[in-house]
């Protein structure tokens, strides 16, 4: 990688700007738990699911950069809110869904090894349960205010 190309990269004002978004509804996401559970759970900080959506957050943060730099008309900010929405869309669609037949298995399988006892060890599943319509919206909305913090006001 050239040297300007480091430089572009590193100035680049769409990606960081999402990558805090990101970073920032995870960081809420572990004081939320602290908040409401009592409970220190830093590893949160690495897991997906939860209050609120880093996803979210993360492509609404680059779309509003985008609209608010490229214009809000602009053929490129109709690509990122597209991404934006395929995102958030899989993120309470699919992952959910995904999510809850996986637990479902799982329980599945605890009764079938409840029967069989002998030579029966399948691996649990691990359950990722994707967002509720409440934490899509909540990082969709953390996004945007960073996204137009960092275009608009800083």
């Known amino acids: 990688m050239t040297s300007d190309a480091l430089a572009d990269l590193l100035g680049n004002r769409w990606l960081w700007t999402a990558v805090l978004a990101s970073g920032g509804a995870q960081v809420l996401k572990v004081l939320l738990i602290l908040l409401f559970t009592g409970r220190w759970h830093p590893g949160a900080f690495m897991e997906t699911g939860g209050m609120p959506s880093s996803h979210s957050a993360m492509v ?53 090894r409840a029967v069989v006892r002998e030579g029966f060890a399948p691996q649990p599943l691990r359950v990722l349960m994707g967002h509720t319509y409440l934490e899509v919206l909540v990082g969709a909305l953390l996004g945007i205010l960073i996204g137009w913090l960092s275009f608009r006001v800083l």
């Open 60 to 112: 609404t943060a680059l779309a509003t950069g985008v609209g608010f730099t490229q214009g809000f008309g602009s053929p490129l900010f109709a690509a990122a809110a597209t991404f934006a929405l395929i995102v958030m869309y899989d993120a309470t669609g699919v992952r959910h869904s995904s999510g809850q037949q996986a637990r479902l298995l799982n329980d599945l399988v605890d009764e079938l």
